[in-house]
Every structure is written in C-alpha cells, then in structure tokens.
C-alpha cells in the first residue's frame, strides 16, 4: 500500500512569514500533483510535477519533486490570509483497467493571520 | 463549459440505510473518479468508470457501489450505512483519451452524516 505521510500537520503562522509543507513516501510514483482545499470545497489542483529533482513556481508558492521520485515539498513565500486552506500532496498511480488513481497525503491545515 | 457538479450537498441517514450519490462530470470528460474525505483526513480512492466500466477500485467493501450513465455522470451507492461512512464524498471527473488520463477536476462533494 502507498502512504504519502505530510509534515506539519497543523501550522499556524503570521502573514508575511515564509512556510515549507513536506509530503514523504516510501514508494516511487509517476507523479505527483498538489492541491489546495477550502472549507465546503473539493480539492483544487494547483501543480502537478513528474520529472524527478523538478522545481515549479506559481507565483509565491515553489514546488520541488525529489530526485527519487518519493517526496516533494511546497514553499510558500510572504504567506496572505488566502493561502489560509487545507493542502493535499498526492501521487499518480496506475490503475489495473489502465486509468489513474490518486493517493493523497495526510494534509496540511494551514492557517495566515493578520 | 460547466465544471464537476454533485448532489445532494449534504445527506443525514441512520445506520442500516441506503444512500445514492451524484456526479455530473465536466463537459467532455468520460472518466469519473469516487473518493471518501473523512474529517481532517486526506481523500480516499474507492472507485473509477470509464466508458460505463468500472476500471479499477480501492480498499472499500463490495456494499459501496457505483454507475456511470452514457452521459459520463456518475452514482455513488453505499448499502447498509455504518457510523464510520460519515464523510465528504467527492467526484472528481477527467478525460482519457487514446489509453491517457489527464488531469482530475474535483466537485464540492456530498457531506455525508450517518447517525
């Protein structure tokens, strides 16, 4: 079974303050996509990366695949109250029918106050 | 172009009950996807339709079901409702083209509470 474990769990900072979001693994996967999720919302995807050591940025948010293919990581610069949201990493897997599913993390609850 | 829409938004039952959940999916896309948010928690595969067919299924037992009509919207059925289905349901849809899906587009869910 593939697990993607994200680290902190909880984090509540001031805006302004630059924050890293962590997702790990023990398995490889072909991809790996972040999402953003409001209260009362589905997941909005925000980047998806599939080349091991790829770094994207999005403005003020820097995404980074590791190079095995097993972890990724998000960087959020001069975090605003609308970052304030629950982020998801999850990874790209086959399924036996030839489609894809998604195995989501754990979550990060991150919370920008004034 | 209308995005992933389902219905209902919210849903009570009690235990033992049955519930149908719905997903219209994207315009264009022919692959629906099912997934189970319990609260503070990630989401959770439970099935896949493609062309009407289920193409693949996670770690759920066999009492949660599903359909996908020839217009690509989808059902979710869940038998005989335990205390612990308690969550948000989510459809997500994408389109598969020449064996290749791409992105998933996820819709508000169905939060669902079992009594």
């Known amino acids: ?114 | 172009e209308t995005g992933v829409t389902q219905s209902p938004t919210h849903l009570i039952k009690t235990r033992g009950q049955q519930v149908t959940l719905r997903c219209s999916s994207q315009s264009g896309h022919n692959t629906v996807s099912w997934y189970q948010q319990a609260l503070g928690q990630g989401p959770q595969f439970i099935f896949q339709y493609y062309r009407e067919e289920e193409n693949g299924r996670g770690n759920f037992p066999p009492r949660f079901s599903g359909l996908q009509f020839p217009n690509y919207s989808s059902e979710l059925n869940v038998n005989a409702l335990e205390l612990d289905d308690s969550a948000l349901y989510l459809c997500a849809s994408s389109q598969t083209v020449g064996g290749y899906q791409e992105t998933q587009y996820f819709g508000p869910g169905t939060r669902l509470l079992v009594l």
């Open chain 1, 1 to 114: 079974t593939q697990l993607l474990e994200q680290s902190p769990q909880f984090l509540s900072i001031q805006e302004g303050e630059n924050l890293t979001v962590y997702c790990n693994s023990s398995s490889v996967f072909s991809s790996l996509q972040w999402y953003r999720q409001e209260p009362g919302e589905g997941p909005v995807l925000l980047v998806t990366v599939v080349t091991g050591g790829e770094v994207k940025k999005l403005k003020r948010l820097t995404f980074q695949f590791g190079d095995a293919r097993k972890d990724s990581s998000l960087h959020i610069t001069a975090a605003q109250p609308g970052d304030t949201g629950l982020y998801l990493c999850a990874g790209g897997g086959v399924l036996t029918g030839g489609g894809n599913k998604l195995t989501f993390g754990t979550g990060t609850q991150l919370k920008v106050e004034l």
